[in-house]
């Protein structure tokens, strides 16, 4: 099953003098990051993939000021915003019914919670 993966940064930036001792630069960033089928192949099914979408937005502004031959002042900031998304290829029940190290029969075979971006489905066997 194919795995494609999509990555896009936009960053632009400006650099505007103020006055001849004052520069004001403002940056933007736009990342975004898709996979589709993510978690799919080698031993793990279909069923257990899913598609996942992570968005980021950054602001910068930085305002630079020269005081003098000595000495300069600048100020900075930021926000940052992140958004993720993983949405289950498949909503319903899973069997896993692998062993994993360490971990007893009941534990594997106990209930466990998918997310995804709108809700929490909790199965129980």
């Not at 736009?30 to 978690?39: I, L």
């Not at 993939?49 to 005081?67: K, P």
Request: net charge negative.
């Amino acid at each position: 099953m194919e795995n494609p993966q999509t990555r896009t940064n936009l960053s632009p930036r400006i650099d505007y003098q103020l006055t001849p001792n004052n520069t004001l630069t403002v940056r933007y960033q736009y990342f975004r990051d898709v996979a589709t089928n993510a978690g799919v192949g080698q031993f793990n099914l279909p069923e257990t993939g899913s598609d996942t979408l992570g968005l980021e937005h950054t602001f910068q502004a930085t305002d630079t000021q020269i005081i003098g031959a000595h000495a300069v002042n600048e100020s900075r900031f930021q926000f940052v915003h992140s958004d993720n998304e993983n949405t289950p290829l498949q909503t319903g029940t899973t069997l896993d019914v692998a062993e994993r190290s360490g971990e007893t029969a009941a534990a594997a075979s106990a209930p466990r919670t998918y997310k995804n971006a709108t809700n929490t489905r909790t199965p129980r066997f």
